[in-house]
């Protein structure tokens, strides 16, 4: 048996068609009073939550992803000189709400935020409900394709494969989102105003790669 070996790298492709969406939000408050503001974000959140769920959504599947309460200053110029002064407390909440791909119920949902009081700033993504299933066939995709290139290249050297020694792969996260991008955040505050207005749109299908190195011995 031969020590040598070749070591080729696998590279797996795989568009696949959205079938989920992920309603990204970011609700602020600025009061001067520390207690004001935590009581008015919370009012607010819970004016979103309520929002959401007359259109049929579970309110306890809005989740908050981050949460923080700095203070604010605002500059401002006297004498020639820049200086600045206490503005308040801001409350920062970015929250999350992910529900299966039904532009209908989507319509239907970015008009009920526009409509409470809340007046977050919002940003719709679409992706793979079930991301397990795109990472393994990205995987066996990888994999058989470094099989195809060892074995071109072992029979072209006039070798023949031997068994795998070793596969190496990086477990980065994929990004699993369609490019198509909604933009309304200067539409909003309009948008409830257009209560028979539907999104009619398809996504673009999600493309992503993977890559696995494997390696065999050769004979």
């Given at each position: ?91 920062t909440q970015e929250l999350r709400l992910e529900f299966d791909l039904d532009m209908s119920m989507l319509g239907m949902t970015l008009r009920a ?68 991008n909604i933009n309304m955040l200067e539409a909003a505050p309009a948008y409830s105003a257009r209560s028979s207005t539907i999104i009619n749109i ?12 494997v390696v065999w011995a050769i004979e």
């Amino acid at each position: 048996m031969s020590n040598r070996e070749i070591v080729v790298k696998g590279i797996g492709k795989i568009s696949a068609a959205p079938d989920f969406i992920v309603l990204t939000m970011t609700l602020e408050v600025v009061e001067p009073d520390y207690e004001k503001t935590m009581r008015r974000s919370g009012d607010l959140l819970e004016a979103l939550r309520s929002a959401i769920a007359s259109v049929g959504h579970d309110g306890k599947l809005l989740k908050t992803t981050s949460f923080k309460i700095n203070t604010k200053y605002e500059r401002y110029k006297k004498n020639d000189t820049w200086k600045q002064r206490f503005n308040g407390y801001a409350c920062t909440q970015e929250l999350r709400l992910e529900f299966d791909l039904d532009m209908s119920m989507l319509g239907m949902t970015l008009r009920a935020i526009a409509e409470c009081d809340a007046e977050p700033i919002f940003n719709i993504q679409f992706s793979i409900k079930d991301q397990n299933v795109v990472s393994e066939q990205l995987l066996i995709d990888a994999v058989e394709n470094a099989k195809w290139k060892a074995s071109v290249l072992a029979k072209s050297a006039g070798a023949k494969l031997g068994a795998i020694q070793r596969i190496d792969y990086n477990w980065s996260e994929l990004r699993l989102y369609s490019d198509t991008n909604i933009n309304m955040l200067e539409a909003a505050p309009a948008y409830s105003a257009r209560s028979s207005t539907i999104i009619n749109i398809q996504p673009e299908d999600i493309k992503v790669r993977d890559t696995a190195t494997v390696v065999w011995a050769i004979e």
